[in-house]
């Protein structure tokens, strides 16, 4: 357990992290901002990054994975403009953070993650922060989970080349989908509304992600 001036020192940590990587770089969702304030970062990276878990770049989390620079998460999560009552689809739950922000943003929360260990790391975590409104499942993040679809929101945390179709199709009619899109060298986060049927694209800003692969691997 942490002590009352350790608690006081992150705490101080993370809203430097808001007021300058964040809030200064023209982030104004106040809720957005709010959650990433409320939110304890070093406690969904490994003990050896936790100084640096407030720090301007991603993270190492284990299985080749990383959790991502704070702007770039605050960014994807303003332009999904999410309100609390949507149904959100996360591809990639990774360590958890990401999952724990929308979890403040929104109603409910269904969680893919490829890698086994990573799953069950994030759902410890998430369970023992008590972030109750989540689901976490180890599948194939391009599969989507259909079985809680339609999905007023998508966030997807890994590069795809294309679109993946089955994850637009459990977009309901109106809902967005966020997704850093493009080979390695030039990936750009974009914003991909279904409008009438058919997916409304929109380009954002350039980003450089891991890759979303297909399948599952079993870490345990």
Same mark, same amino acid.
């Given at each position: 357990?942490?002590?009352?001036?350790?608690?006081?020192?992150?705490?101080?940590?993370?809203?430097?992290?808001?007021?300058?990587?964040?809030?200064?770089?023209?982030?104004?969702?106040?809720?957005?901002?709010?959650?990433?304030?409320?939110?304890?970062?070093?406690?969904?990276?490994?003990?050896?990054?936790?100084?640096?878990?407030?720090?301007?770049?991603?993270?190492?989390?284990?299985?080749?994975?990383?959790?991502?620079?704070?702007?770039?998460?605050?960014?994807?999560?303003?332009?999904?403009?999410?309100?609390?009552?949507?149904?959100?689809?996360? /591809?990639?739950?990774? %360590? +958890?953070?990401?999952?724990?922000?929308?979890?403040?943003?929104?109603?409910? *929360?269904?969680? #893919? !993650?490829?890698?086994?260990?990573?799953?069950?790391?994030?759902?410890?975590?998430?369970?023992?922060?008590?972030?109750?409104?989540?689901?976490?499942?180890?599948?194939?993040?391009?599969?989507?989970?259909?079985?809680?679809?339609?999905?007023?929101?998508?966030?997807?945390?890994?590069?795809?080349?294309?679109?993946?179709?089955?994850?637009?199709?459990?977009?309901?009619?109106?809902?967005?989908?966020?997704?850093?899109?493009?080979?390695?060298?030039?990936?750009?986060?974009?914003? /991909?509304?279904?409008? %009438? +049927?058919?997916?409304?694209?929109?380009?954002?800003?350039?980003?450089?992600? *891991?890759?979303? #692969? !297909?399948?599952?691997?079993?870490?345990?």
């Amino acid at each position: 357990m942490e002590s009352t001036s350790q608690c006081d020192h992150v705490r101080t940590q993370r809203e430097t992290m808001v007021r300058r990587q964040i809030a200064e770089r023209g982030i104004r969702d106040e809720r957005v901002l709010d959650a990433m304030r409320a939110v304890p970062r070093h406690e969904f990276v490994p003990e050896s990054f936790r100084q640096d878990a407030y720090e301007d770049h991603p993270l190492p989390i284990g299985e080749g994975q990383t959790i991502s620079q704070p702007y770039i998460v605050a960014a994807m999560l303003e332009y999904l403009a999410l309100q609390a009552t949507d149904r959100v689809l996360e /591809i990639g739950a990774g %360590s +958890g953070y990401v999952t724990a922000l929308l979890s403040l943003l929104s109603s409910e *929360v269904y969680s #893919v !993650e490829r890698h086994a260990a990573l799953a069950v790391l994030a759902e410890s975590t998430l369970r023992r922060l008590e972030y109750r409104n989540v689901k976490i499942r180890v599948g194939d993040g391009r599969q989507g989970w259909a079985e809680y679809a339609p999905f007023d929101a998508i966030l997807v945390s890994a590069a795809t080349l294309e679109m993946p179709p089955a994850l637009f199709a459990q977009l309901r009619e109106g809902g967005r989908m966020m997704a850093p899109i493009g080979p390695p060298s030039s990936q750009e986060l974009q914003l /991909i509304r279904k409008v %009438s +049927g058919q997916p409304d694209f929109r380009i954002l800003e350039g980003c450089r992600f *891991v890759p979303l #692969v !297909e399948g599952t691997v079993d870490s345990r």
